[in-house]
Structures are given as C-alpha cells and as structure tokens.
C-alpha cells in the first residue's frame, strides 16, 4: 500500500515539480526540479531556483505533517502540491533531582552566549548560489554515534531545549572533512558552549556548523570542496570528550544532518 502511495506521489509530482532527492520527515530537506520558467513558492514567499531549475526546502523538528508547495508557471497557472512527512518521534530522557543553580548560566555568560548566537545567526544570513547542496553528502568523520538529532532532556521536569546535532565522538585531533562544497562564513575562537567553531554555506539557505573543534584549518570566505579537509576534531566549549557536534539549518529550520549522509562507512 505505501508503495502505491509513494509511486503516486511521484507520479503527481512528476509533472509539476519533479523530487531530485528527498527525505520526507520531520529534520527532512526536498530538492525539487521546478519546470522551466516556473516559481514556486514555499509558506508565501517565493524560493530561488538554482540555474537548472531545482530548489531546496527543509523541514524542522516539529514541522508539520502536511507541507503545501505552490507551481506558477509561465502563464501564471497555479499548481498546488502536497507533501506528507512520514510521522517520526525523538529520543526523550528524563532526569530528576538536579540542582538548579548548576544548569543556570551566570548573567555574563547569559550576555556572551547571546552575543555569540547573533554572531552565528549573522554567518548564516547570506542566500547564496553554491550549488553544494545538491551533491551527495559523505560523512564529515566517522565513529561511534554518540547524540541523535532531536532528542530532548526533561531536568526536574521542565523540558530544555532538544538537541539539534549529530555527536560523533572519535579521538582528540582527528581529521573533519568537509560533506559537501561550500564557503566559510565564520570561524570562531570560543564560543561559550559550542568552543571553537566552523560555519559553511553549502547554497539556497543550507549551512553546516561544525562544533567543539581543536582547531580549524580554513578561513572565513574560502571556498571549499567535498572531501577538503577542514578541521580537527576537539573538546573545547562545554562538553565531556572530543567529538564533533554536526548542525545542519535550512534558512532558520534545524535539520538532521544524519538523513543527508548514507549508512556510515565500517571503520
Ligand atoms: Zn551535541
């Protein structure tokens, strides 16, 4: 029944906006091919189409089952397309008994993590051109798999706020390759939580930021291939061991970088 389902879907979106590639679920991305001279509009405002036509959108962690694209075309036809997200569900964990005062940053470090987060959010701003996106990402380390996208810790009850990356913990020093090409837009020295710090723009709104690294062998505006070496792997800002923390954001939405990647590789 799904079969038929999803061979009807394609069918549909065969003539209209035909999916490249996609991965329908919540933290998911679809890469459509809009036809010649068409716009297509996502949430009312309108997306910008690579020079072949395709376009990228992503979904968040709670987005919505049912997402509405709109088709014009050249003689402003509309088209209306429908996506169904496969349900999923998240990691939860629940701790009690913690002491308060431990888990609450102090006012200066309250001001330095929203000065940092603006700093992010600035890097993050540029809708480019590169076409990184589109290509088949690798993996930008490999090893064990030590924090999912989306899970979320209730402390005494209260929900924080879930985690958005992907942990792979390997060993202090260890090569971090890039997933896809893209352009640095920002390297930082120490950020309170996430230490030192790489963001890169893979085009049409989609970054990876990679986390508590040991160092960073980039700089901010060079372009970067699949595969180029970009980092170390480290245990700077606030963590308990080296790992790299991979985030992924689609013009504001925080995806999973691991429904980018195939199975990872045996080590
Ligand atoms: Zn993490």
Not at 168 to 185: F, M
Not at 189 to 198: E, N, P, R, Y
Not at 232 to 261: E, N, Y
């Amino acid at each position: 029944m799904k079969f038929y389902l999803s061979l009807l879907l394609s069918l549909l979106l065969c003539s209209t906006a035909l999916a490249q590639k996609d991965n329908l679920q919540a933290g998911g991305f679809y890469i459509g091919q809009a036809p010649a001279d068409s716009r297509v509009f996502y949430r009312g405002e309108s997306l910008p189409l690579t020079a072949d036509n395709r376009f990228l959108i992503g979904f968040g962690r709670a987005a919505k089952a049912q997402q509405q694209l709109k088709l014009v075309d050249r003689a402003g036809q509309e088209t209306s397309l429908s996506l169904q997200l496969q349900p999923r569900s998240y990691k939860i964990e629940k701790l009690e008994g913690i002491n308060k005062k431990k888990l609450a940053p102090s006012p200066e470090a309250l001001l330095r993590i929203k000065q940092e987060n603006s700093l992010a959010q600035a890097a993050r701003q540029t809708l480019s051109t590169l076409t990184g996106f589109s290509e088949d990402f690798i993996w930008p380390l490999t090893g064990r798999i030590s924090g999912v996208y989306g899970s979320q810790r209730i402390l005494n009850g209260e929900p924080r706020s879930p985690h958005y990356g992907l942990d792979i913990a390997a060993p202090e020093g260890s090569p971090i390759v890039a997933p896809a090409g893209g352009i640095v837009r920002l390297t930082h020295s120490d950020m309170f939580f996430a230490g030192k710090t790489l963001i890169i723009d893979h085009g049409y709104g989609l970054y990876s930021s990679f986390l508590h690294l040991s160092k960073i062998l980039v700089e901010v505006g060079e372009p970067i291939e699949q595969g180029e070496t970009i980092a170390l792997v480290g245990a700077s800002g606030r963590v308990t061991g080296p790992h790299l923390d991979w985030q992924i954001r689609w013009r504001g939405a925080r995806l999973d970088p691991a429904l980018w990647v195939p199975e990872m590789p045996r080590q």
